[in-house]
């Protein structure tokens, strides 16, 4: 293969730390480690049922269940013990918090404690994996309070309740069928390919843009009699295409790796929709907000999209647990727009689509 002047990740990122002249490289070097992490589940990934990394993750008693009550895979077990073991001797992280660990993970001694935290889904769309269809890993870094830098204590569930906002960058990266690391430290938003000659993430999508209009959703359709009022209507007139209030047609997608669906309306357009619904009143929602709406959010906002939970704007929840489950919406802006409208405005009666309650029908004087 000829010779492409092409930048590293950790080119990129030095470039990147130039605008801030007083900074002390941690934050590279955290980025650093956790592509590493990203790196060794894409082996572990890649060499699939040949690598003994396929099913369920047993013990000896039995299959083992994480916090959300759902059956861990193998994968899931090691991709979180390569984030925790390749992120904890660095001396850049206060703690860190996981899909896969009840309570946050404390740096162990004789490590340093540095000044962020690192909160992350070490396998997205697990479910995916024994099917061999792609899985990626999800990543937020926020910094830690001051108090807890200042003292290096042990960090608690509060230090990691901050809005999405407040995130000092996220990303994810995706294993398909080229690994791909997709970042934002808050200028723009950048995908990164994994040369697997040299083991290097490069740099292959500058500036990514999701665009603001769209003809594709993704939802998965299995739920719509648990949807609320606002869901139903849009995906109903999506439904309608070219013949209904749109006045065109749309496609639909639904991988089930909600990695893949964001990296895929990252790359051309598209609105994802899991919403919060009447399945499970215990559960406002599927998908978790600390790692994976707030990273994904913060992704497609940096790329001049947007996410919402229907009713309001992601990134400026206020979290309230560790492992808060949250409706979520993102994409493409105007049709997000457009499904926040539908929110905030009185309910549509659906009986009027209903031919069987229309006016001048059985059911009406
Ligand atoms: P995880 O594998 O980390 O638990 O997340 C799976 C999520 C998400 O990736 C996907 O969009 C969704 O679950 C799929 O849900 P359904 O099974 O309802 O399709
Ligand atoms: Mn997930
Ligand atoms: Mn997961």
């Not at 990129?12 to 955290?30: C, M, T, V």
């Amino acid at each position: 293969m000829p010779f492409t002047q092409r930048y590293t990740l950790t080119q990129y990122l030095i470039e990147e730390r130039r605008r801030y002249p007083d900074a002390s490289g941690d934050f590279n070097a955290l980025v650093l480690d956790v592509a590493l992490a990203c790196k060794a589940i894409a082996r572990a990934v890649a060499f699939g049922e040949l690598g003994g990394v396929l099913g369920n993750h047993e013990t000896e008693l039995g299959g083992s269940v994480n916090v959300q009550g759902e059956t861990q895979k193998k994968l899931d077990v090691l991709s979180n013990a390569y984030f925790t073991r390749l992120n904890e001797w660095g001396g850049h992280l206060a703690g860190m918090a996981s899909e896969e660990m009840e309570q946050p993970y404390q740096i162990p001694a004789p490590q340093p404690r540095g000044k962020y935290l690192l909160v992350f889904d070490p396998l997205d769309g697990s479910s995916n994996i024994d099917v061999n269809v792609s899985v990626g890993s999800i990543f937020s870094i926020l910094r830690a309070p001051q108090d807890a830098i200042d003292s290096g204590r042990d960090v608690q569930e509060a230090d990691f309740l901050q809005a999405g906002s407040t995130q000092v960058a996220a990303g994810y990266a995706l294993y398909g069928p080229t690994t791909m690391l997709v970042l934002s430290v808050g200028n723009g938003v950048a995908g990164f390919t994994l040369d697997p000659n040299l083991g290097e993430f490069m740099l292959t999508h500058r500036n990514i843009q999701v665009p603001h209009d769209t003809q594709e959703f993704a939802i998965n359709a299995s739920n719509s009699r648990f949807w609320e009022a606002p869901v139903k209507r849009y995906v109903d007139e999506c439904l309608a295409g070219k013949t209904g209030v749109r006045g065109k047609d749309f496609n639909m997608r639904w991988i089930a790796s909600m990695v893949a669906e964001a990296h895929r309306i990252l790359m051309r357009g598209g609105v994802f929709l899991y919403p919060r619904d009447s399945k499970d009143a215990s559960k406002p929602g599927r998908l978790r907000l600390l790692y994976e709406a707030n990273p994904i959010g913060f992704i497609m906002e940096q790329a001049g999209g947007r996410a919402s939970t229907g009713e309001r704007h992601m990134l400026q929840v206020p979290p309230s647990a560790l492992h808060q489950r949250i409706g979520l919406v993102f994409g493409s802006k105007n049709e997000v727009e457009r499904i926040e409208r539908y929110h905030a405005e009185p309910p549509v009666s659906v009986e009027l689509d209903n031919p069987l309650f229309a006016k001048r029908s059985l059911f009406r004087d």
